[in-house]
């Protein structure tokens, strides 16, 4: 079986010191998954720790203001994750926590994959598989001897299922192929001292590459930094009162002198609801 080795090197291996993984509370574990979601660990660790310090129970966090949140984020990258993560504690506050996969997508901010992991690491329920990019690459290759750009989600799933070994648990078979991925099955792998690697099929068809290269999106001179900043500036305690004045805070950036651009990204920030609509003459922070 391609995963012979994995239990025993994951007791003496695995990311045990992980915050997050040592409660199975699932408010803890959502926002350590969103969090955690295109960012490092190494930058969500101590923001965690910090969030739940100010926002042990969806309660607290439902109570606070979005713009708070909102704040809070700055530095994590991608605020409609903090929103999704607000607008959520609202719903668990008032009806409690779905105990179904189906019901927790229908939270904010919820796909499938959040909704599986959730149901595996934090609720103990049966579940498909939580199949996130290290996850599903991990398997691909290990199991199928493809890359997952290369592979039906279908086949990554049975061979994840069929893969857990029965020493461990799904939680601990989960979290151990998320630190294979982390450690070892990386975009750019590194092979020696990897648990699987004396039954990957993808090392011993010699490590073909994808058949299509990944795409990298650019940050610098992006619209997304565009709203970045002015995001920022909406959120700081002196926010802009007009456009000119916003226009002229966000400046530096090259993407801002484009033809309407700074307007652009107020309206996208207003569509998400990350921003209140308002009238062109006052620019006004979400509530």
């Known amino acids: 079986m391609w995963t012979t080795g994995l239990a025993r090197w ?29 960012t490092q660990v190494v930058r969500v660790r101590g923001r965690w720790e910090s969030f739940l310090d100010r926002w042990p129970t969806p309660a607290a966090c439902a109570a606070d203001p979005l713009a708070e949140v909102l704040r809070f984020w700055q530095g994590l990258g991608y605020p409609r994750r903090a929103r999704g993560l607000w607008l959520t504690a609202a719903s668990v506050e008032a ?87 982390a450690l070892h099955c990386r975009a750019i ?35 997304r930094q565009l709203r970045g900043s002015v995001l920022a500036a909406q959120l700081s305690r002196d926010p802009a009162a007009t456009l000119p004045d916003l226009v002229h805070r966000v400046a530096a950036l090259p993407m801002a002198h484009e033809p309407d651009a700074v307007a652009r990204a107020l309206a996208s920030l207003r569509a998400d609801g990350l921003l209140e609509d308002s009238p062109a003459s006052a620019l006004r922070t979400p509530r």
């Open 95 to 181: 009806v409690g926590w779905p105990r179904t996969e189906q019901g927790l997508r229908a939270l904010p901010g919820i796909g499938q994959y959040t909704a599986r992991a959730l149901l595996t690491l934090a609720m103990g329920q049966s579940s498909s598989p939580p199949l996130d990019v290290n996850l599903s690459r991990v398997a691909a290759r290990a199991a199928l001897g493809r890359h997952p750009r290369d592979s039906q989600r279908a086949d990554i799933e049975r061979a994840v299922v069929e893969g857990r070994p029965r020493t461990l648990d799904a939680r601990d078979y989960t979290l151990a192929l998320f630190d294979v991925g």
């Open 10 to 38: 994951y007791a003496g291996h695995g990311r045990h010191d992980l915050p997050w993984r040592h409660t199975r509370d699932p408010w803890p574990v959502l926002v350590s998954e969103v969090m955690l979601q295109q």
């Open 189 to 223: 792998p590194r092979c020696s001292g990897c648990p699987l690697a004396r039954g990957c099929r993808w090392l011993a068809r010699g490590s073909p590459p994808a058949t299509r290269p990944a795409r990298v999106q650019r940050y610098e001179r992006s619209m």
